[in-house]
T-cell receptor, first 114, second 113 residues
Framework: DTGVSQDPRHKITKRGQNVTFRCDPI?????LYWYRQTLGQGPEFLTY????????KSRLLSDRFSAERPKGSFSTLEIQRTEQGDSAMYLC????????????FGEGSWLTVV | AQSVTQPDIHITVSEGASLELRCNYS??????LFWYVQSPGQGLQLLLK??????LVQGIKGFEAEFKRSQSSFNLRKPSVHWSDAAEYFC???????????FGTGTRLTIIP
């Protein structure tokens, strides 16, 4: 395991469809974060997990978004009824507990809603 | 409110010239600070980070940054830029007890021959 893996790297979907992104963190990392980055902006925090527990959700995470980490390992981020405004890069990061010195980001998943 | 500000949206530098990218922070406590670089369509690559100790931090690719508490700044510097340094640069901050990073809006660096 050499880093945080995200899949798919790119996704083009039609408006109204559902999409799901997967993140595999560094194996010993028990914290997992999701960020969203729109064009021309810095990444913005969406949510994070400590093991399987989702501990905080940003108000950016509308009802159409749901994130899970069922076994405390990989995580999924699902967007239902996608809208054009959902077009962005979705970044996953992981860390060991709250030690920000150990945080690593994945390569991101690009979503284009047409 | 906790925030990270990058005042410069876009900077153009000649190849071989020195570079300084500005980052200002606003936190109640001493933050942990990071600089990331992002090429188009790619993820974030960590250049360097400051947690404590020496306020001058060395990073990869010849970059360094200096933490200045009195100025609430963490500016990124490089003595001589290369064409391959053209990218988007992000400053980010976090504090223990607030388990997320706050990013600036980024500075796009263009290198001219």
């Amino acid at each position: 395991d050499t880093g945080v893996s995200q899949d798919p790297r790119h996704k083009i979907t039609k408006r109204g469809q559902n999409v799901t992104f997967r993140c595999d963190p560094i194996s010993e990392h028990n914290r997992l974060y999701w960020y969203r980055q729109t064009l021309g902006q810095g990444p913005e925090f969406l949510t994070y997990f400590q093991n399987e527990a989702q501990l905080e959700k940003s108000r950016l995470l509308s009802d159409r978004f749901s994130a899970e980490r069922p076994k405390g390992s990989f995580s999924t981020l699902e967007i239902q009824r996608t809208e054009q405004g959902d077009s962005a890069m979705y970044l996953c990061a992981s860390s060991l507990d709250d030690n920000l010195n150990t945080i690593y980001f994945g390569e991101g998943s690009w979503l284009t809603v047409v | 409110a906790q925030s990270v500000t990058q005042p410069d949206i876009h900077i153009t530098v000649s190849e071989g010239a020195s570079l300084e990218l500005r980052c200002n922070y606003s936190y109640g406590a001493t933050p942990y600070l990071f600089w990331y670089v992002q090429s188009p369509g790619q993820g974030l690559q960590l250049l360097l980070k400051y947690f404590s100790g020496d306020t001058l931090v060395q990073g990869i690719k010849g970059f360094e940054a200096e933490f200045k508490r009195s100025q609430s700044s963490f500016n990124l510097r490089k003595p001589s830029v290369h064409w391959s340094d053209a990218a988007e640069y992000f400053c980010a901050g976090g504090v223990i007890g607030n388990e997320k990073l706050t990013f600036g809006t980024g500075t796009r660096l263009t290198i001219i021959p």
